[in-house]
C-alpha cells in the first residue's frame, strides 16, 4: 500500500508538473497547477511513514534487539530505502537499522 501510494503521488506531482511546463497557459495558472501536484505528494508522506513504521520491526545491529520506533524517529531519521540510522531504545546506541518483518 505504501508504495503504491508513494507512485500515485509522485505520478500526480510530475503529470500536473509536466503538464503545466509544456502547455500554454497564463502564468498564474502554471503556478496553480504545480501547487495542485504537490498536495498528494504532502498529504501523502505522512500516511506513508507511518506505515513504515508499524508495519514489521527495526533490528538493532549493535544489540540484535528488535523493536517498533516511535514515529517522530522514522520521521527525524536519515535512511537508505528501509535501513535506517536510529538509535536503540534497549542499548540506546545509533546504528543503520534494517527492517525485519517478524518479531524473533
Not at 505522512?46 to 517498533?68: D, S
Amino acid at each position: 500500500v505504501e508504495i503504491v501510494m508513494g507512485f500515485v503521488s509522485i505520478g500526480i506531482m510530475l503529470g500536473l508538473c509536466i503538464f503545466a511546463a509544456y502547455a500554454p497557459m497564463e502564468e498564474w495558472i502554471r503556478i496553480v497547477l504545480i501547487i495542485i501536484g504537490f498536495i498528494p505528494t504532502l498529504i501523502l508522506t505522512p500516511f506513508m511513514l507511518k506505515i513504515e513504521q508499524t508495519a514489521g520491526y527495526y533490528e538493532c545491529q549493535k544489540c540484535g534487539n528488535r523493536y517498533i520506533p516511535k514515529y517522530s524517529s522514522v520521521f527525524m531519521s536519515m535512511h537508505a530505502g528501509r535501513t535506517r540510522y536510529m538509535k536503540c531504545p534497549k542499548c540506546n546506541q545509533y546504528s543503520w537499522q534494517k527492517k525485519v518483518i517478524s518479531k524473533d
